[in-house]
Antibody, heavy 120, light 106 residues
């Protein structure tokens, strides 16, 4: 069965860095585009970044462009989000999700989320 | 950026009743619209894509309609497990954006 497991969340000071990981299993990872979506406490969903299966195309929300870097290692079935220059506005649960329906950019499997708290 | 606006923010309904949720896009997104359900402490679940196609395993009581800028999610007969928050998302272009959500409560 498809599983996505995030790790790497935690408490970080403003201006600090954190690297989130997402371990995928149960499907051919390289065949699927992947994304990170975040949710601030008690708030709605905000798309963060997206990467195609090959890794050749990557997209970022303006709110994280220049600070976050998305990558993947298909041989390891892993997705990574390097987050730098963090601010309080980045505090959220970060979900990795699979773009599973061919031809449409929607997300059929999600991880349980990793909480990132930016605070001094 | 396409802004997605959902209404109402909260919908109070009784089990067995019909629920109608709305999502409006600030510009046309054709049929590139998805709906998700999120329960407390859980990740979202994909319900509908292409404005009206149910995702795998989604019960027939969930239906989506609309195109362009106006969309509707209808739950024909609310079950207890349907009380949750519902989000719409467009995928017309980048950036992907979500609506603010509609909470369906008793």
């Amino acid at each position: 069965q498809v599983q996505l497991v995030e790790s790497g969340g935690g408490l970080v000071q403003p201006g600090g860095s954190l690297r989130l990981s997402c371990a995928a299993s149960g499907f051919t990872f390289s065949d699927y585009s992947m994304t990170w979506i975040r949710q601030a406490p008690g708030k709605g969903l905000e798309w963060v970044s997206y990467i195609t299966g090959s890794g050749r195309s990557i997209y970022y929300a303006d709110s994280v462009k220049g600070r976050f870097t998305l990558s993947r290692v298909n041989a390891e079935n892993s997705l990574y989000l390097q987050m730098n220059s963090l601010t309080a506005d980045d505090t959220a649960v970060y979900y990795c999700a699979r773009d599973g329906v061919r031809g449409v950019t929607t997300f059929d499997y999600w991880g349980q989320g990793a909480l990132v708290t930016v605070s001094s | 950026e396409i802004v997605m606006t959902q209404s109402p923010a909260t919908l109070s309904v009784s089990p067995g009743e019909r629920a109608t949720l709305s999502c409006r896009a600030s510009q046309s997104v054709s049929s590139t619209l998805a709906w998700y359900q999120q329960k407390p402490g859980q990740a979202p679940r994909l319900l509908i894509y292409g404005a009206s196609t149910r995702a795998t395993g989604i019960p027939a009581r969930f239906s989506g309609s609309g195109s362009g800028t106006e969309f509707t999610l209808t739950i024909s007969s609310l079950q207890s497990e349907d009380f949750a928050v519902y989000f719409c998302q467009h995928y017309k272009n980048w950036p992907l954006t979500f609506g603010g959500g509609t909470r369906v409560e008793i």
